[in-house]
């Protein structure tokens, strides 16, 4: 941590942060140079954090230098992460193939749409049974019974499920359906339920906030790792821009860029990014080329009749399409879609 | 709702458009231009909301002309709405002055602080007992035991107390010790919560997102409105942004623009929106003139010993300076502070 | 200037890092920590700020710790500056209020409008000439002869003109007929034509560019007062952001932000701000409470057949009972209005 | 075009922008529905873009129908352009890969850069002989002397040459010595600059600005094409956002996205958009995956000694590695470089 001090700093503040950090048992090293006295403190910089330094008067900035994320981080876990959704492996080379609707409508249309994204190539099945909807008068997703029916089509087709969970109180009722939770972009902060989720076994499959950066994604993993469930995949689905012809803005270089930090797999949402079919293919392809563990793409076999995000679903031939030209660049990085 | 067909759409594919509004039971209007066919539809806007009708081959964009809230909107209730907190009015020409530390830390401090606002003029106490923070290893709040003290420090100094809730389980204990429940920026959106304090009678402070657009705030307000619970004050409390000197860009201009749509009492938070303390009063200043209901500001009287966001709190001599400007500018814009 | 060094760097690495400070004549401190080791710099930081540090293997993070900014800086030139445009006094007290319309359409009209203008209280008169448009198709302004029409309004009316400069070919034509120059938004880093107008001694008033930090506009204004000329003001407009239901972002907190760091006087528009007529009152009331040095606003007296932005323009009617209340806003802040 | 009225308009309001309409020459198909009375507009579009109709009392929203931009529209121009530098093609199939230092700074340094990436497969030389730097401090540029270094380097390598172009005065300078403009992303909106550009029959690469959307980036090169220059290469270096772990925001989905509307080529500038070595290589495998028509590097055989941009600068080695794998994804999808 460096304390940066004020041009017009006084003797006595100055004396009175060295007092503080002397409190908390670590080392001050002051510095001064001709425009500004600096102060770099060695040794626990968590404890530090916790402190409102730049409150005091005479501070005019706090740097700090490490990373506010441990368990999250490469730096105390070299290797990347596998993490393992039924017989699906993530990361470590391992590409994980999401596809289905963006909610579960019915169990005819979600059979089909199951079938023939297994037959495409996709590994893991989606489907939403509580939905965030911005407007109250929106559908709401089918709940137990859309959980019920997501199962089953996993089953039939032979793919692990994910699905999203909203609430803490419905934690347990997902965990029982679910092969792994989802955490959708509008709770990535939400911690009462990131933690209800790291208490469980199953993994999670972590989306970025709207307005997240990079390591507040990191540090909202961190709240599902300290609960003691190591099991995080991290989504980079776009973020809020000024852009006005797509839905997000896809941000592509959060995956090089977790990659580096972290050993957590992570993966792309090229649907919620764009918000547009016409966009996903070229999207996907991207991600793949970037780096990413996975791609988690909206299939519906009629967009124009589902009940949430139409605009954004491929039909099952695109996804059929799309899944061959994945297969030929998984081989040219170095990737396996088991 | 305006559709706009693709300059290639062929005759099948408008006529199909055409049956799925008669579908819905609506009236289509289409005009041709020499470039684009456009179709209007009149009648109940909801229905069509609902379809993906920009997902049918041959849409080129649908726009919609209605607004997607109802119970906050201006259309329909056209006076202002004033929401009652204990004694205290908000909205109406009344102005709402919540103050208080960011977190609850023990009931000898809280009572100081709480005894210097109300002396500045402040009318409604703050402090957080449930303390969203980023990092998992951070002060996470009192819990049960702050929302103890802030009812106890409340009812010595004879303000009601309005605190944070998080978590839908969270919702009948804090029910209990709070005037009124504070929404944070990072909840705005969390559906649930939203739904379970609609179904109290309890007024709540909703602030907004920090990707939030004023249309997304409303829509979340909607939720709240829907459950039946009238009594909703929004928050404008900065979003994020690129200028990096600042926590978050304050979108005052959200003020008056909700004003214009929406019939329900929207304040100010400087303190969250700039995260530096020498730019609260100038912005607090300008919350009032921009014809704010309120302002909320946080008060330690120690910010570097604060728990959490010590550096964005006032002295309570600042606080006392400042009531003394708010004062003289609501004597200007015509409103009062009870 | 504080160098971070990766975990895992190398004493050969840090060596050479050493000897790259030496070379440049300056001290380095080293700090040896846990997790990692930090190189404090003392000496002239611009010296470093030229230099790459951070492509050099090893280093993780470079830390500025000196602003790079000084004829700007509050830090060197402690009292607000006062720059003057004909008679009128900006700064220091002292409140600019500009108005007009977007562009000069004509001698009839601009005489129409000036004169309403100036019977409400405004104090210098604002008309472009020369228009920059998003499209090549939309009206580019009347050049030399609106210039023209613009003086002989100013004089006729006694304010001072002011009137936007895009090409540094147009910096001589533009200085003989106005009293200041406009750079605007999309200019504010065309740097070839800050160092041009820096070249006169004419005031020049300075807009913030549509994605510029603070610390941007400040180094724009730098590159003027670094040819000679001190006479700068800045102007607060708006920011791009994702928020859809204005034209751009108004940052107001810009202005205190401003002027803790700088001596140069800053005023706010919040017509190109907002975009919309019905916050323009609400905001320019605010931007005066904040602190600013002035406002600017359009004004035209037949909105809705202006040739250029006519929906963010205030008829003269509404910009008189806004000046009424600004000059009761001035009067509590402590300003005045010349 | 479609008029949306208030929900109290008055009769007379309608019949003042009905008669509005038919000054234009336009025909108004006016629909009332029941809760507000929309008025579309058959005809040429331009005409009303130009009229400030949402300036009319009684409006509450105008919704452009058409886009803006007409000669860079994929609507009037099915087929791919192929934009020819010297020798190398760019677009309908032909990857352009252009690299070079960020900054022109001495003839042998410059030659030995140039060498080694042509060796690595790059096709056209870039560097900066102009410089746009923040700071009137920073290094500049060495000017004409920079760009007859840059030809002469081109001339031995047999490589085509492109430099910035940041003031309409140097257009005939930088003409003599290079085979293509680059207007850097401050100048995008520099309007006079476009058009003198336009002028020449020089190859223009336009980067898109800091925070231009897609369509603002269209109008941009509309600019240009309206002079009759027809040969604009687009570029996508990155946007600002909130995020402060790269330089800027990388929107790798404007590829595919202005490919779908316009039939211009358009690259991709990993270097800019990350500002981060260690993203360059992912993300430039993702442009060519996502579609684009080439992609721009900086490489500098001594980063830590550019005088420009060395931490986003390719040592020649990683871009030789990076030019291998580029090789094999242009072959998956379907390109060449030349």
């Known amino acids: 941590m460096i304390i940066v001090l004020r041009p017009d700093v006084t003797e006595r503040q100055v004396d ?172 990535m902060q939400n911690f009462d339920l990131l933690r209800e989720v790291g208490q469980t076994k199953k993994p999670v499959l972590l989306k970025r906030g709207m307005s997240a950066t990079v390591k507040d994604l990191l540090m909202s993993a961190e709240y599902i790792l300290a609960e003691g469930n190591k099991q995080v995949v991290l989504c980079e689905r776009g973020v809020r821009s000024f852009e006005d012809s797509t839905r997000n803005m896809f941000d592509l270089s959060a995956v090089p860029n977790v990659k580096g930090q972290s050993h957590l797999p992570i993966i792309a949402d090229p649907s919620h990014a764009t918000g547009r079919r016409d966009l996903i293919p070229a999207m996907a392809r991207a991600a793949v080329a970037a780096g990413a563990d996975g791609v988690h793409v909206e299939v519906h076999s009629c967009p124009e009749k589902a009940l949430s995000d139409g605009p954004q679903a491929l039909l099952p031939k695109q996804y059929a399409s799309l899944m061959n030209d994945l297969r030929r660049l998984a081989e040219v990085v170095g990737k396996t879609i088991s």
């Open 16 to 187: 009175h942060v060295l007092e503080r950090i002397a409190e908390l048992g670590l080392r001050p090293h002051v510095s001064r140079g001709e425009r500004r006295t600096i102060i770099g403190v060695i040794g626990d910089e968590d404890k530090l954090r916790a402190e409102p330094l730049s409150a005091i008067e005479g501070v005019e900035q706090v740097l700090p230098i490490l990373k506010p994320f441990k368990l999250a981080s490469r730096e105390f876990h070299k290797e990347d992460s596998i993490v393992q959704v039924g017989k699906v492996k993530i990361g470590g080379g391992h590409l994980a193939m999401i596809a289905g609707p963006c909610a579960v409508e019915g169990a005819e249309i979600l059979d089909t749409i199951a079938k023939e994204v297994k037959a495409a190539g996709a590994n893991i099945l989606r489907g939403g049974a509580f939905k965030p909807r911005t407007s109250p008068y929106s559908f709401q997703g089918m709940g137990e019974e859309g959980l019920k029916i997501l199962r089953s089509a996993g089953d039939r087709h032979d793919m692990p499920v994910v699905t999203e969970v909203m609430d803490p109180r419905q934690v347990d009722l997902v965990n029982r359906h679910a092969d792994m939770f989802q955490i959708g972009a509008r709770n």
